[in-house]
């Protein structure tokens, strides 16, 4: 259980947060393909990426964490080693599916599981194109949930050409990560351009890939050249709820400092502005293909915006965040096209309307897949339930901090991407 106060003044001064989860897993999965040793600096030490180490290690690697450095060295792309037992993904999909596309292709068997959320996630996504690869995989009842199994693979996966029905990295990443051992290019074809850490990654790693307008073709690769050093740009994701309460709070003056803005990241940054918000970006850099910059914030005044379509896959993690950011804007603020929020950790479409009207009743309504916030209506103090879910938890604790405070069910689950998110929230 965790209380939190209203907040009696706004943000103030410097803050930095943790490192990009998304490109925390894949320094660490792609640093294990390699058969060089890798410093991974400002890794985020999240439960979720946690987990990928914990794969890779019993896939052969050595990983050696020195305080928030991590030295990673692997045995080469074609040398991954059978694992002796289950491998564990926890509540990380992301773990999940890259490791799915990953293991398709490899000679040897494996067996996936995962926490509660996990187990009830939709992976057919992902099983569905390795099998058009050639991959044998197997997977609870029909919709082929976890635990998952793949067979040994007995010959080379085919390159295929793949339209994905939805935008999700999760998928592409996989097809692309399995698409290094097929017997011929492979090309996966977005609806919308998801997060492209893998493709910026995969490049710096030396892999061949080209991208034309929502294609991108991989080419087989014999070996992995990894860079020396990988230095994680901290997390936009994270940053949202910072971006979100210094603009709702009076008097806040905020810079929020290294975040990682990838263009296929900052939809927030777009939205807020829209919204009204006032920010601007600081010190603008681009390391190892990822932009990073610092970010200041000021109170703004907001007022509601309607968005959906091609905007939503940049910034799928931070509609709980905007939810609470509308609900302090001036009119109504309409989200569409965000279905895929229902199959994330938790519903978060029906989570945000079962728990966010505790403090604001009345304020949010949600169809199938969009999303609608009455701003500007009474705030209340409640108990909210996190639904084990940290950006659920991350976002009604910023909400309750704006209005008249809010008392949680469970506060662990931020360990997943935002272990200290009370401590900075506290100070
Ligand atoms: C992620 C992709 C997104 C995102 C998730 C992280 C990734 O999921 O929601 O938190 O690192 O590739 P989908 O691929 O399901 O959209």
Known sequence: MKKIL??????????????????????????????????????????????????????????????????????????????????????????????????????????????????????????????????????????????????????????????????????????????LYADSPTIVIEPAPSRDHTEKMLAAFGVQLERVGNAIKIFPAEKLIAPEKISVPSDISSAAYWLVLATILDGSDVTIKNVGVNETRTGILDVLRD?????????????????????????????????????????????????????FAEGTTIIRDVGELRVKETDRLAAIVDEFNKISPETFTATDDSLIVRGGREKFFAECKTRADHRMAMSVSIFGAAANGVVLDDDSCVKISYPNFFDVLKN
Not at 291 to 300: H, T
């Open 6 to 179: 209203p907040s009696t003044h706004g943000l103030r001064g410097e803050l930095e947060i943790p490192g990009d989860k998304s490109i925390s897993h894949r320094s660490i999965i792609l640093s294990a393909l390699s058969d060089s040793t890798v410093e991974v600096s400002n890794f985020l030490a999240g439960a979720d990426c946690l987990s990928t180490v914990a794969c890779m290690r019993s896939l052969g690697a050595k990983i050696e964490r020195f305080g928030e450095k991590i030295l990673v060295t692997g045995n080469g792309l074609h040398n991954l080693r059978e694992p002796e037992n289950i491998l564990d993904a926890g509540n990380s999909g992301t773990t999940l599916r890259l490791l799915m596309g990953l293991l398709a292709p490899q000679k040897f068997l494996t067996t996936f599981t995962g926490d509660d959320s996990l187990r009830r996630r939709p992976m057919a996504r992902v099983i569905q194109p390795l099998t058009m690869m050639g991959a044998l995989i197997f997977g609870r009842n029909v919709n082929r949930n976890l635990p998952i199994t793949i067979l040994p693979s007995v010959k080379n996966l085919r390159g295929i050409s793949y339209e994905m029905p939805v935008a999700s990295a999760q998928v592409k990443s996989a097809i692309l990560l399995a698409g």
């Open 275 to 327: 919204m009204g918000a006032t920010f601007e970006l600081l010190n603008v850099r681009t390391s190892g293909g990822e932009r990073a910059a610092d970010i200041r914030v000021v109170s703004s005044k907001l007022r509601g915006v309607e968005f959906g379509g091609e905007m939503i896959p940049r910034l799928i993690d931070e509609i709980p965040a905007l939810a609470v950011a509308a609900a």
